[in-house]
């Protein structure tokens, strides 16, 4: 696998990270308004690019198991430290809108 192939890869990564991430911020402002079935919305529609980013890693996953050469640079590190910060905010968003619901339930 040359190094071009791993690059797009890992911005491809990024991009769908990023946009995770947006709509995971999204989400939080959404919480704050006490719009709580569309931060819902906003959190799987930042799953779906989340899941769009893994199907990339793990296609480079699978070269790299068959046996091809896959070097990693600098570039892919970054990739995957983005996409896994991204997973975890998106979780920790999940918790938060559980809190948000309970709190104006008990109100």
Do not use: C, P, W
């Amino acid at each position: 696998m040359d190094q071009e192939e791993i690059q797009n890869v890992a911005f491809t990564i990024i991009l769908h990270s990023g946009n995770s991430r947006t709509m995971v911020h999204e989400g939080f402002e959404l919480m704050r308004n006490g719009e709580y079935e569309k931060a819902e919305e906003k959190l799987q529609e930042a799953n779906d690019e989340l899941t769009a980013a893994h199907q990339s890693q793990t296609s480079l996953m699978q070269k790299y198991t068959s046996g091809e050469d896959v070097n990693m640079d600098i570039i892919m590190v970054h990739a995957q430290d983005h996409m896994m910060t991204t997973m975890t905010l998106r979780e920790v968003a999940i918790e938060m809108l559980s809190l948000y619901q309970n709190l104006k339930q008990e109100k």
